[in-house]
């Protein structure tokens, strides 16, 4: 940030007075512009045994399957932001059943909620994806999943199926964990 979106003058990068960490600070307005993490809301959309997944028609990871899932906007609560980006990415209407995965990821200002949720009816693709479709266990596209989020939650969801009982799974996904995953590519 270069600028101040309040005033338009330039801004510097320091600790406010009163706070432990630095911000970009306008002296000429007083403004603190705070940049706090970003939520992606999805869903994992279930029918019968097998789950819906989107391969993506977009970067990051074009051509890799995910849950439905994207960035929550202002206005909309977490739940709302989960049915529409399942509605905008597999043309999927679901009833959701509850948070499922909260899956923090610090090293890119980003946390993942995802919903288990219902299929109720059709679907397609949506401008954002390539293709949709329904997975069994045994074909889901492992070595094709975009995300180790996405990896992640469908793994809890399998473990968890077995006894029919599905808690909330809460996890970090390090930079670390990140390298391994995407490897050096």
């Known amino acids: 940030m270069n600028f101040c979106s309040h005033c338009g003058q330039t801004v510097r990068f320091a ?17 603190i512009h705070y940049q706090n ?46 049915a529409r980006e399942t509605w905008e990415e597999a043309c999927a209407e679901v009833d959701i059943h509850g948070l499922y995965t909260l899956i923090n990821l610090p090293h890119i200002n980003q946390v993942y909620m995802i919903f288990r ?9 949506g401008p954002e994806s390539l293709e949709v479709a329904l ?12 995300f180790p989020t996405i990896e992640r939650t469908l ?13 909330l799974h809460i996890s970090d996904i390090t930079a670390e964990d990140r390298e391994r995953y995407f490897g050096s590519a």
């Not at 600790?15 to 403004?31: N, V």
Request: proline share 8%; with cysteine; glycine share 10%.
């Open 135 to 146: 997975f069994e266990e045994h074909e889901i596209p492992w070595d094709e999943l975009a």
């Open 15 to 31: 600790i406010p007075a009163g706070d432990d960490r630095p911000r970009y600070l306008c002296d000429a307005c007083g403004s």
């Open 37 to 82: 993490p970003r939520i992606v809301a999805g869903t994992l959309p279930v029918s019968g045994s097998r789950i819906l997944l989107c391969r993506r028609a977009i970067s990051p990871r074009k051509g890799y399957w995910t849950l439905p899932a994207g960035f929550m906007e202002n206005a909309e609560t977490t739940v709302q932001a989960a």
């Open 155 to 167: 793994r809890h969801f399998y473990a968890d199926r077995g006894d029919g009982h599905y808690p």
């Open 117 to 125: 949720a219902e299929l109720t009816g059709g679907f397609s693709a």
